[in-house]
């Protein structure tokens, strides 16, 4: 059972810059393509930015990349000049195998970490 964990949230200034990371176990990371989503409080989860298997990449938040190190199954999210309205928890999520291209919708991803929360704030 293909498992994520996300890490590197944190408290951060506005213009300031995380990467988050979404390990993944379990499975190889290869299989999956992976994607960012993002849900602020009282809000619906949106998506920030996905990956495909072969590392194509839709961003939909200005500032960010993504990046797959499949080497160490761990896909990256780099954010950059933040805001407060960037405050919200960050989840990655994976698609089945099945499904090589990005996914660009809750709906179409499988399986979920717990999110990491990231707090933008002077």
């Known amino acids: 059972q293909v498992q994520l964990v996300e890490s590197g949230g944190g408290l951060v200034q506005p213009g300031g810059s995380l990467r988050l990371s979404c390990k993944v176990s379990g499975a190889r990371l290869a299989d999956y393509a992976i994607g960012w989503f993002r849900q602020a409080p009282g809000k619906e989860r949106e998506r920030v930015s996905c990956?495909?298997?072969?590392g194509g990449s839709v961003h939909f938040e200005d500032s960010v990349s993504i990046s797959r190190d499949n080497a160490k199954n761990t896909v990256y999210l780099q954010m950059n000049s933040l805001k407060p309205e960037d405050t919200a928890v960050y989840f990655c999520?994976?698609?089945?195998?099945?499904?090589?291209?990005?996914?660009?919708?809750?709906?179409?991803?499988?399986?979920w970490g717990q999110g990491t929360q990231v707090t933008v704030s002077s």
């Open positions: 990956i495909s298997v072969s």
């Open positions: 999520a994976a698609r089945n195998p099945s499904s090589r291209m990005v996914g660009t919708t809750t709906r179409q991803y499988d399986h």
